[in-house]
């Protein structure tokens, strides 16, 4: 296969969506635990990434020419790999692995063990400073392909992000693209009670960023939003911070509170596919 | 300050270690890389806003397209070294010893050594040679990094070695963490028909009376030490390790077995968590057990001052090993 691996919209964006979001509670049905409730939110961020606007090659993952995706936050990696099972990166069947010993499917990704899994993630605020050098590696090697880089509100507080915003912008690196996930939601408590980042896209933007905001569990305007931060012409990095609210698409699970590490009772997986099953789109 | 005595000054960003009227070459580093990268097009060379303070500058005038000045921000330098290294570059990526140890180690270790990307760290001021005091005195650099899984740590000893040095890590794949000397570094270890092999300890001088192991600037003290010695009638082997980790282990305790010959490590470093440790634990896992002693800095931050000044206060300038060592043996 010569081209990149490219959708239309039939499957919906919606449709994957909700099996990404299935295969994501299946993940967890097998471990018993896991970061469901971010891979719940990041679902619709991920189908309209892995769907409409990445290039890439399922059965070739290293392919030179794929866009990166690089996923900051290592403990999405249940999102993640759920994302590449739908693309057919990873065989579904061995979703049953998730966090067993000798997976490939570790809690937290690591590029040493999973296909299409670009960097470690997992020590939080890393994966910008990477995303910089690969897009200024790209540019050395006149390569079209984007860095997408995947991080969480908590990941700015760390300052090394801002090291990062600030150097992508003086390299005028207009082949990277930056989705921050804003669920408001940290291990300790809502970000914005601890170390709040707002005005989060001023900020963005008085760094130097093409920046836009959107309703990350409103697909057709996540993928207005990619569409825009992919054609822009700006010589500048572009930022979409996406609100996501924590367990989409599961309301008893999105209304538990306290939801980072969001405990699941051993019954309540089946329930929660019930109810998702029943909210089927196709 | 005593009549007729010169002045001495701190010169922290200097940091010459050569002493009078010794031969030097100027930035071997910077010359070394330019030379390997005119048939390495992927050698790029990237800096945390220290270029001209680990000889990267002269890299960066040879190929000024493949210089990355990343600013003042040593995580970003590391992050972003991975990254290019990821995309299938070299990146040299250098700082002072301090900046990288302490505050960038975070994303050496996950970002880079994890997943053995082929990075060279590559770190001026290393041990204690800047008079500015604790902030740019990286007296426990090699203590940080032993412990990092996958890194190769080296720590050169002179202008030969350092320009030697830069192919051989190039050519080892995988990241790299070197001890550099810069500006007019001394030249000591043409005189004994030296090569540098990455992995290898060599024994530069061999003698009876006592066996001195050391890395990096030690090296070239102890071989002065040794002719001082000879004054006392003491003969002294002195072993070069310049390769930090892995260690030369098999070298080491092949040197040490030489029955009624004490060993005494030498380092520009903490006597925790370095060379001398790193020895003392080969030669009792070895089952190698001669009388033992270290010549380092002491576990305390550093006095600032002037650097001869500060070698002999520390104990690890020529005048101040000779006297230790006749006091010793």
């Known amino acids: 296969m010569t081209q990149p691996t490219r959708f239309s919209n039939a499957p919906s964006l919606a449709a994957r969506a909700w099996r990404i979001r299935r295969h994501a509670l299946r993940m967890g049905e097998v471990q018993g635990q896991g970061y469901i409730a971010q891979a719940l939110g990041i679902a619709d961020v991920l189908a309209v990434a892995y769907f409409h606007a990445l290039a890439y090659r399922a059965e070739d993952p290293a392919w030179e020419g794929r866009d990166r995706f690089l996923l900051s936050i290592g403990h999405y990696a249940i999102a993640l790999y759920a994302a590449l099972i739908e693309a057919g990166v990873i065989p579904e069947e061995e979703l049953e692995t998730y966090g067993a010993d000798d997976s490939r499917l570790p809690m937290s990704g690591m590029a040493t063990y999973t296909p299409g899994m670009e960097i470690s993630g997992g020590s939080l605020g890393q994966g910008l400073g990477m995303a910089v050098g690969m897009a200024l590696g790209l540019k050395r090697k006149t390569s079209p392909a984007f860095v997408y880089n995947l991080m969480s509100d908590g990941e700015l507080g760390e300052g090394a992000t801002w090291e990062a915003a600030m150097s992508a912008a003086h390299w005028k690196l207009d082949n990277l693209i930056c989705v921050v996930d804003f669920n408001n939601q940290q291990a300790d408590g809502p970000s914005t009670d601890m170390l709040c980042s707002e005005p989060l896209a001023p900020k963005w933007a008085a760094f130097g960023w093409h920046a836009q905001r959107v309703d990350g569990n409103d697909i057709d305007a996540v993928r207005a939003a990619f569409d825009a931060a992919r054609a822009l012409t700006a010589p500048q990095p572009r930022v979409i911070i996406c609100d996501t609210r924590m367990a989409k698409g599961v309301p008893f699970l999105e209304a538990r509170d306290r939801n980072h590490f969001l405990r699941v009772e051993a019954d309540e997986w089946a329930k929660a596919l019930d109810v998702l099953d029943a909210g089927r789109v196709s | ?329």
């Open chain 2, 1 to 329: 300050m005593s009549a007729g005595k010169p002045r001495l000054t701190t010169s922290a960003m200097i940091a010459s270690i050569a002493s009078e009227g010794q031969r030097t070459k100027p930035a071997p580093f910077g010359h070394a890389l330019a030379a390997l990268a005119a048939d390495r097009p992927d050698i790029v060379g990237m800096t945390a806003d220290l270029g001209k303070y680990t000889d990267l500058h002269i890299f960066a005038k040879a190929f000024p397209d493949r210089y990355y000045q990343m600013g003042m921000a040593e995580q970003l330098l590391m992050g972003a070294a991975a990254g290019m290294a990821r995309e299938g570059f070299m990146p040299f990526a250098t700082t002072y010893a301090v900046f990288a140890a302490r505050r960038a180690y975070d994303f050496i270790c996950l970002g880079i050594a994890e997943e053995k990307l082929n990075v060279k760290i590559v770190c001026a001021l290393p041990g204690l040679t800047s008079g500015y005091g604790p902030s740019h005195q990286a007296t426990e650099d090699l203590a940080i990094f032993r412990g990092m899984p996958e890194l190769t740590i080296v720590d050169p000893c002179d202008a030969l070695e350092i320009e030697q040095a830069v192919p051989a890590i190039a050519a080892h794949r995988g990241p790299v963490y070197m001890r550099l000397l810069r500006g007019n570094v001394p030249l000591v270890l043409d005189e004994y028909n030296y090569r540098f092999e990455l992995g290898k300890a060599a024994l530069l001088r061999d003698g009876a009376d006592v066996l001195i192991v050391s890395s990096g600037l030690m090296t070239m003290r102890a071989l002065e030490t040794a002719n001082a010695l000879r004054a006392d009638r003491i003969d002294a082997a002195v072993l070069h390790v310049p390769t930090i980790k892995p260690l030369d282990e098999a070298t080491i305790l092949t040197a040490a077995a030489r029955t009624g010959r004490p060993v005494v490590v030498a380092e520009n470093h903490t006597v925790i968590g370095g060379l001398g440790e790193a020895v003392a634990a080969t030669l009792l896992r070895g089952g190698i057990t001669p009388r033992f002693r270290q010549i380092g800095l002491p576990d305390a931050f550093l006095d600032a001052g002037a650097l001869p000044t500060l070698h002999d206060r520390y104990g690890i300038s020529t005048d101040a090993m000779v006297q230790t060592l006749r006091a010793w043996l």
